[in-house]
């Protein structure tokens, strides 16, 4: 009975039900579109910077990440692939070792990182073979050729062809001196990685480096963001039971947030000022839901007083008003999760093309096109903000009924 006359209430002024839930699913809708496109373009920003040079995942020695020592090793990275070959999450992985150097040539010298890298996985977890700009990607067995960040080589005033002197530290304390020939130079679009960096091959670097096998870094990348939690969680306990057996210290796995925290923090904030954006667009929802409540208790007020007269509790009163709000709040959060799943499926499919931004967006190695990301918090947060947020604008209206007279409401004019 109390349902029915809800329902039966909400349809009394059609028109103003209807615009009333429009902008309810207006907002929904819009909401669930602009959440999935942020979804969308962070899983782009997040696969464009991990797959430059960090990977979804890192296996490193304990401490390797606060303080890059070369000392810090992982020695047996045989046994780490052992354990990511056990894992179906894990499509792809590779080894890196990393040293701070001197890189000089005729007429200049900068301190660099050098990395070792093997020409035959490396395209499997990066995209740094696709962003060569002049000369070609490194080979196996290259020996001392180096490819090279443009703003490095450009600092160092060397082009394809020219040799680099490299001098550093090795594991054990030696001093690794060699003259590697660029091979190619690289643009990644981040200023920092492309004036510092500098590749050469693995098998190069480790002999070089006195690493005795070993590596700095096992990389692994996963088919997207969401499935690297549980991959992070099952390889630490492979390797965790690994160092039990071996009765040594177990290895640091670290997911991309915790190798890249300036990526992780700007999309955290990034988020939290569009959410303060939505907000904005619930609250005028909000006070749309307030003011048709408003009128409905004005126009019925002599409808209450007879009511109350007759014995209805003004508790029953108010959640049947409420009743009413939701009834409308949720046939709008329907209509507007609907509209918006089927904006965001047809552009997730098409994508939307930044025009002349395209070619500025392909430089970074994102895609010209940015694709929405329907996912369950994106359809899910907006919608349940809304619904919250106009109980309670509902809510104020509807006690007023509280503070009738019987008397004085059936005299209402």
């Known amino acids: 009975m109390h349902l029915r006359m809800a329902w039966r209430n909400v349809w009394r002024n059609r028109r103003r039900s209807l615009l009333t839930m429009a902008a309810i699913a207006f907002a929904c809708a819009l909401l669930v579109f602009m959440l999935s496109f942020q979804f969308g373009a962070y899983e782009a920003m997040i696969n464009t910077a991990v797959k430059v040079h960090t990977g979804y995942f890192q296996v490193q020695a304990p401490g390797y990440q606060e303080k890059r020592e070369v000392r810090r090793v992982v020695e047996n990275p045989a046994a780490v692939v052992r354990c990511l070959d056990t894992i179906p999450d894990v499509t792809a992985h590779t080894f890196r070792a990393n040293a701070f150097s001197l890189a000089s040539s005729e007429d200049r010298t900068y301190g660099i990182s050098v990395t070792g890298i093997d020409p035959a996985r490396e395209p499997g977890v990066s995209t740094i073979q696709t962003l060569v700009r002049e000369g070609m990607f490194l080979e196996p067995g290259d020996g001392p050729a180096a490819l090279v960040g443009a703003l490095l080589a450009r600092n160092l005033r060397v082009g394809v062809g020219d040799d680099v002197t490299l001098l550093g530290q090795g594991r054990d304390g030696s001093i690794a001196a060699t003259v590697v020939t660029v091979k190619g130079t690289f643009s990644s679009g981040q200023d920092d990685f492309d004036r510092s960096a500098l590749y050469i091959p693995l098998d190069y670097f480790q002999e070089l480096y006195a690493m005795r096998g070993a590596v700095h870094e096992v990389v692994g990348v996963t088919p997207s963001i969401w499935a690297v939690p549980a991959v992070e969680r099952r390889l630490a306990m492979d390797l965790e039971r690994l160092s039990r057996e071996k009765k040594t210290q177990p290895l640091a796995v670290l997911d991309w947030k915790a190798l890249m925290p300036g990526l992780a923090q700007g999309i955290y904030l990034d988020l939290v000022s569009g959410l303060i954006f939505y907000l904005m667009l619930i609250i005028v929802v909000a006070f749309s ?66 025009g002349s931004a395209a070619d500025i967006l392909r430089q970074y190695g994102i895609s010209g096109r940015m694709h929405p990301v329907l996912t369950a918090p994106s359809l899910l947060i907006g919608p349940l903000l809304v619904c919250f947020i106009t109980f309670w604008a509902a809510l104020w209206p509807a006690l007023r009924v509280r503070r009738l007279n019987p008397v004085e409401a059936m005299t209402h004019v």
């Open 289 to 354: 839901i307030m003011n048709t409540f408003l009128m409905a208790i004005f126009e019925r007020t002599r409808e209450f007083g007879v009511l109350m007269a007759m014995g209805t509790t003004t508790g029953r009163l108010t959640r049947l008003l409420l009743t009413e709000s939701m009834m409308m709040t949720l046939m709008g959060m329907a209509a507007g999760m609907l509209l918006g799943s089927a904006v965001t499926l047809y552009f997730e499919a098409v994508g939307i093309d930044f």
